[in-house]
């Protein structure tokens, strides 16, 4: 398609909608994917999943069941009907509801490859070709251990936290490989290093440090997502 404009937008411009699990990944989505989407003319509204509303009241944030991200990606995707108009997710893998479709048969996978599994069965369960899901391996704070010495910027008396934190993650090919148990998630090591890390707070600064060219670079699962998300801008 050509870049005939039309209302100040060339017509293969695209909306791109993220649905995402928590406020920390919401800021990041604004922080570093939208200027970054924008210079391909993708153009993002980024939102937590709404978990329950009532008396007219929406509550978001978290993922405690999958027929909750089912309802609120199904009711926005009715809402924008356009052509021009995509979806995509970003949940982690790690605590995710086990009513997720494909969940029983990818339990027995990798790490990247059972997310990929998962992300095929939920497009498939939604059954809408609009939408490129993205599950994160293991969680968010595997990207903020694609540099963890970007923490002893922010927290400088955990230094040497940070240093052990980096030696860790090294012995692994990719930190999104890192263990995703209760006691060995790449949160739960974060926290056992780095007095008062915030998720919420932190998370998104130390992403920003390490910048997207090495999150990336470091992560392949994610760096495969952002891959995809660029090229819908050349697609439409």
């Known amino acids: 398609m050509g870049e005939e404009r039309r209302g100040g937008k060339t017509l293969n411009d695209i909306r791109l909608n993220f649905i995402v699990e928590g406020q920390t990944e919401e800021t990041f989505v604004r922080d570093q994917l939208v200027p970054h989407l924008a210079e391909r003319s993708i153009w993002v509204a980024v939102r937590c999943v709404q978990t329950s509303r009532k008396r007219n009241i929406k509550y978001s944030g978290g993922l405690a069941s999958y027929a909750q991200a089912r309802g609120d990606i199904s009711r926005w995707m009715r809402g924008e009907l356009g052509p021009d108009v995509r979806f995509t997710t ?58 963890p ?25 990719s930190p999104e490989l890192i263990n995703g148990g209760s006691k060995t998630a790449p949160s739960k090591r974060i926290k056992q290093e780095i007095r008062g890390y915030r998720k919420s707070t932190s998370g998104p600064i130390i992403t920003d440090r390490i910048g997207l060219p090495r999150l990336r670079d470091q992560c392949s699962h994610f760096g495969a997502w952002v891959d995809n998300l660029e090229s819908l801008g050349s697609s439409a």
């Open 90 to 147: 970003m949940f982690d893998l790690f605590g995710l509801p086990n009513g997720f479709p494909g969940y029983d048969a990818a339990s027995g996978l990798d790490p990247i490859n059972r997310a990929t599994a998962l992300e095929k069965a939920m497009r498939e369960d939604i059954g809408d070709k609009r939408l490129v899901p993205y599950i994160q391996v293991h969680e968010f704070e595997a990207l903020v251990l694609a540099d």
């Open 149 to 173: 010495t970007a923490l002893s910027e922010e927290y400088p008396e955990s230094a040497a936290g940070a240093e052990r934190l980096k030696a860790m993650a090294d012995g692994y090919a």
